[in-house]
Nanobody, 124 residues
Framework: QVQLQESGPGLVKPSQTLSLTCTVS??????????WTWVRQPPGKGLEWMGV???????SYTPSLKSRTTISRDTSRDQFSLQLTALTPEDTAVYYC????????????????WGQGTLITVSS
């Protein structure tokens, strides 16, 4: 059974860059039937999908965050990472990594496995 685990700093200062890593176990980020995503949830608000990386390393980002977001991967370690630049307090959120089901002729796009989430607070 696949498991995902986020790791990151917890507290970052405004204007700095956030770096998070998701370690995947029980599966491979090179699997063609899956994509690997980052999602966040600010306090008291809904989930916000941030971006995705596929088995070839191709990425896609939500338009509102595209200029500040980079998703990358380390296939030798089955890890994928998020970088978010120019942080503001509005970036305070629980950040999740998740696996997207992309199997079949008409992929569902369902996020079928999640990490436990890590709270990132942006504050001076």
């Amino acid at each position: 059974q696949v498991q995902l685990q986020e790791s990151g700093p917890g507290l970052v200062k405004p204007s700095q860059t956030l770096s998070l890593t998701c370690t995947v176990s029980g599966g491979s980020i090179m699997a063609v039937d899956y994509r690997w995503t980052w999602v966040r949830q600010p306090p008291g608000k809904g989930l916000e999908w941030m971006g995705v990386i596929d088995f070839e390393g191709t990425t896609s980002y939500t338009p509102s965050l595209k200029s500040r977001t980079t998703i990358s991967r380390d296939t030798s370690r089955d890890q994928f990472s998020l970088q978010l630049t120019a942080l503001t307090p509005e970036d305070t959120a629980v950040y999740y990594c998740a696996r997207m089901d992309y199997s079949g002729t008409y992929p569902s796009g369902v996020l079928d496995a999640w990490g436990q989430g890590t709270l990132i607070t942006v504050s001076s």
